[in-house]
């Protein structure tokens, strides 16, 4: 197993008592909870704060990197979640657009929040006018993705939009690259 917290991998550090990791397709937020023992205090050292990010590799797993969200003591062990989605994903927005591509808006929301965009079967629809009214990102794009036929996921500081139906039919052949590219 491989333990990363803000790149340097910390595995042979602590000693990893329980670790939990939900992956989901669409409508939630990958969602990663470990516990481990920490008799060297190397935690209080490190420094965590919530938005730093984690990530563990264990075969063909790999959470990508993640935001902490919380860091506890529970029955004298530490306890870290995590969300694959920025801590400032449930801050509600308000905008409005003129003549605005789908991917358009796609892409200015996830640049909102830093991460990267990539479609897959997506046909880009032009609106005359769109608000968003006091609703999160997410909830406001999730709700366009509905209307378009579309879901999207959040992986490894990529949002990925995806027309599911186009994806199923098209075989086995496509594939959805999660990994996350250095762009220059």
């Given at each position: 197993?491989?333990?990363?917290?803000?790149?340097?991998?910390?595995?042979?550090?602590?000693?990893?008592?329980?670790?939990?990791?939900?992956?989901?397709?669409?409508?939630?937020?990958d969602?990663?909870?470990?516990?481990?023992?920490?008799?060297?205090?190397?935690?209080?050292?490190?420094?965590?704060?919530?938005?730093?990010?984690?990530?563990?590799?264990?075969?063909?797993?790999?959470?990508?990197?993640?935001?902490?969200?919380?860091?506890?003591?529970?029955?004298?062990?530490?306890?870290?979640?995590?969300?694959?989605?920025?801590?400032?994903?449930?801050?509600?927005?308000?905008?409005s657009?003129?003549?605005?591509?789908?991917?358009?808006?796609?892409?200015?929301?996830?640049?909102?929040?830093?991460l990267?965009?990539?479609?897959?079967?997506?046909?880009?629809?032009?609106?005359?006018?769109?608000?968003?009214?006091?609703?999160?990102?997410?909830?406001?794009?999730?709700?366009r993705?509905?209307?378009?036929?579309?879901?999207?996921?959040?992986?490894?500081?990529?949002?990925?939009?995806?027309?599911?139906?186009?994806?199923?039919?098209?075989?086995?052949?496509?594939?959805?690259?999660?990994?996350?590219?250095?762009?220059?």
């Amino acid at each position: 197993m491989q333990l990363f917290f803000e790149g340097t991998d910390i595995y042979q550090n602590v000693s990893v008592n329980t670790c939990i990791y939900d992956s989901y397709g669409e409508q939630r937020s990958d969602t990663l909870r470990i516990v481990f023992n920490d008799g060297n205090a190397l935690w209080d050292s490190w420094k965590p704060l919530k938005g730093n990010t984690i990530s563990i590799i264990l075969g063909a797993c790999d959470t990508g990197e993640m935001y902490i969200t919380s860091v506890s003591p529970e029955n004298g062990k530490m306890c870290i979640r995590a969300s694959s989605v920025p801590q400032d994903y449930n801050d509600k927005g308000n905008k409005s657009w003129q003549n605005v591509h789908f991917k358009q808006l796609c892409e200015e929301i996830a640049g909102r929040h830093f991460l990267f965009s990539e479609f897959y079967g997506v046909e880009d629809q032009v609106y005359e006018y769109v608000n968003q009214q006091n609703k999160e990102d997410f909830v406001f794009l999730s709700e366009r993705c509905i209307l378009e036929g579309c879901s999207f996921l959040v992986y490894n500081k990529k949002m990925i939009v995806y027309n599911e139906r186009n994806i199923e039919s098209s075989g086995s052949n496509v594939t959805l690259n999660t990994k996350a590219e250095l762009i220059t």
